[in-house]
């Protein structure tokens, strides 16, 4: 009988192969009342393809996209739900509806046709979050360097930080939430880390944006 117990206690002890995210309930009530301070998101459905271009070539693509795809630095063109955010000089992260991959693809190829230019599927390689609630830039001020008061990071604004260990690239897309952009390797570590941050204010983890 102590051998059962001692082999359903190590069963339950957390390692370097168990999900940390899953420490924490996916609902924490805002211990002061009200709404959760944070909402957590998945964005799924989407198809995300790093293109890699001067602007000469971007130029051609915005009847395709369907607006401008940005010049500027750390902005984000935003069309319906299509998004395109400057990574570089030559590198802008395009979102678009997962069903509508193949199509965008080959009328690109149509396009830009012997053009110098590289457009790479890295969906796989990329989670995304959509956060929101009153109190998402305090907890993200826990771990992220940005300045990310709205005078400074406006919709329409994107850049790429940390958040405390993780690479993340975060866009405002809109006027109440955020779009979390981080590896796939990452995302339970980054789940975890913003449930952990946000405890003093609530959460909730939502399955699709």
């Not at 998945?42 to 940005?70: M, Q, S, W, Y």
Request: include cysteine; glycine fraction near 6%.
């Amino acid at each position: 009988m102590a051998s059962s117990n001692s082999e359903n206690t190590r069963d339950s002890v957390p390692n370097a192969q168990s999900p940390q995210a899953s420490a924490l309930p996916e609902i924490l009530p805002n211990p002061e009342g009200g709404a959760a301070g944070l909402s957590i998101a998945k964005v799924t459905g989407k198809t995300l393809i790093n293109l890699r271009c001067d602007d000469k070539i971007k130029a051609k693509l915005e009847t395709l996209f369907g607006a401008a795809l940005p010049t500027q630095p750390n902005k984000v063109a935003i069309i319906g739900t299509r998004r395109a955010l400057w990574l570089g000089p030559d590198e802008t992260l395009l979102m678009i509806e997962e069903e509508q991959e193949a199509e965008f693809m080959l009328n690109l190829r149509a396009v830009l046709g012997n053009a110098h230019y590289a457009a790479t599927p890295v969906s796989d390689a990329i989670k995304i979050f959509r956060l929101g609630g009153a109190r998402q830039l305090d907890v993200l001020a826990k771990g992220c360097a940005l300045d990310l008061h709205p005078a400074s990071f406006k919709e329409g604004d994107c850049a790429q930080s940390m958040l405390s260990h993780a690479a993340i690239t975060l866009a405002a897309d809109s006027q109440d939430s955020l779009l979390l952009f981080c590896r796939t390797s990452y995302s339970d570590y980054v789940t975890s880390w913003l449930k952990d941050a946000a405890v003093e204010y609530g959460y909730i983890l939502l399955d699709n944006a």
